[in-house]
């Protein structure tokens, strides 16, 4: 099985830029709680602002939480229904719909050997909760025998990165996603 790191393709000409998301009801920015792999109670749907209003795209990031359209959405929860939660997500002025996804599945599966260079937090960093932890990893590689069933996933320790098996990239693709691009890992 073949893996590849899911990214938003910032260069596509005109492309929207979102911000943080936020809870609907409260204003509470919602930033960062997307990367700990657990499900959230959200109630109500998510508000995602712009930082720069553009083309809409079918896949994008919003502070580290990936906003896909409903197509995008349909199409994960098919392929791995075990892996991820879809929140519903009003975009700024896009009538479309929306949904926020949130990765379930955290797994250790980073092959330091083979990525170009790993960094790790240390005692001497000052920051103890961290120690032990990937600082940096550069040129991402992971071990397939250490995935098991997920099909989407973010590594253990380096939980920033958003990791799809081959059949999702290639549905993604199939379908003309917008806003995505892959580097296989």
Same mark, same amino acid.
């Given at each position: 099985?073949? *893996?590849?790191? &899911?990214?938003?393709?910032?260069?596509?000409?005109?492309?929207?830029?979102?911000?943080?998301?936020?809870?609907?009801?409260?204003?509470?920015? &919602?930033?960062?709680?997307?990367?700990?792999?657990?499900?959230?109670?959200?109630?109500?749907?998510?508000?995602?602002?712009?930082?720069?209003?553009?083309?809409?795209?079918?896949?994008?990031?919003?502070?580290?939480?990936?906003?896909?359209?409903?197509?995008?959405?349909?199409?994960?929860?098919?392929?791995?229904?075990?892996?991820?939660? &879809?929140?519903?997500?009003?975009?700024?002025?896009?009538?479309?719909?929306?949904?926020?996804?949130?990765?379930?599945?955290?797994?250790?599966?980073?092959?330091?050997?083979?990525?170009?260079?790993?960094? *790790?937090?240390?005692?001497?960093?000052?920051?103890?909760?961290?120690?032990?932890? *990937?600082?940096?990893?550069?040129?991402?590689?992971?071990?397939?025998?250490?995935?098991?069933?997920?099909?989407?996933?973010?590594?253990?320790?380096?939980?920033?990165?958003?990791?799809?098996?081959?059949?999702?990239?290639?549905?993604?693709?199939? &379908?003309?996603?917008?806003?995505?691009?892959?580097?296989?890992?």
């Amino acid at each position: 099985m073949r *893996y590849f790191q &899911l990214m938003d393709d910032v260069n596509v000409p005109g492309g929207w830029i979102l911000g943080t998301p936020t809870d609907e009801r409260t204003g509470q920015p &919602l930033s960062g709680v997307f990367l700990a792999g657990h499900p959230l109670r959200v109630n109500g749907p998510v508000r995602i602002p712009f930082l720069q209003p553009g083309r809409a795209l079918d896949f994008s990031l919003a502070d580290t939480a990936p906003i896909v359209h409903t197509k995008v959405a349909s199409v994960l929860a098919e392929l791995a229904p075990a892996d991820v939660q &879809l929140i519903p997500a009003n975009v700024e002025t896009q009538p479309e719909q929306y949904c926020l996804l949130n990765v379930l599945r955290i797994v250790k599966c980073i092959d330091d050997a083979a990525c170009e260079e790993v960094n *790790y937090w240390t005692p001497e960093d000052g920051v103890p909760e961290k120690t032990g932890r *990937y600082f940096s990893v550069y040129g991402l590689r992971t071990a397939p025998t250490q995935v098991g069933g997920a099909r989407i996933f973010r590594p253990w320790g380096w939980e920033i990165a958003l990791i799809v098996a081959e059949s999702i990239k290639e549905a993604m693709q199939r &379908l003309g996603v917008t806003g995505a691009r892959f580097g296989e890992v």
